[in-house]
């Protein structure tokens, strides 16, 4: 089993590598779920994994954005290699993301509470969570839906 990386041709007369992924392996217990990925992602690309359940395609992406670290293999974002970096360093820094086909809100907790948590767990203080909070709300333009639960949201502004 395994995935097949699809990527369209880029616009560009003399592309960039943005995102290069070299030979990411992962391993659960005795089962390898991933073996040897390796993908060059050039400015204006887009590209997809497809594959069947199991061949590895999210855990590759997870793998890629900082989420799961791998066993063995390189992330490398604009030349530099990020790949002991944590997901937010990779966002903040390197301005890569990740979107999960499942959101991952507090679904009983306003929007406001769930950036608010999210803060708390990357350890900012108080007074500073509260700044970022705000300024987040506002350059998403969503201090429209600041206090409405999550689980009330639909899909699109969820994520």
Known sequence: MGCTLLKTSSWMTEPM???????????????KVVSGVNMIVDDGEIVGLLGPNGAGKSTSFKMTCGIVRPDRGSVFLNGTNVTGWP??????????????QESSVFRKLS????ILAVYELL???????KLRTQRLLE???ITHIRRSKAGRLSGAERR
């Open 111 to 114: 929007v406001e509470q769930n």
């Open 17 to 31: 590598s943005v995102l290069e992924v070299v030979g990411l392996e992962k391993t659960y217990g005795r089962r």
């Open 123 to 129: 350890g900012v203080a108080p007074r500073e969570r």
């Open 139 to 141: 350059d998403f333009e």
């Open 87 to 100: 997901l937010f360093r990779r966002a903040g820094e390197g301005g890569m993301g990740y979107l999960a």
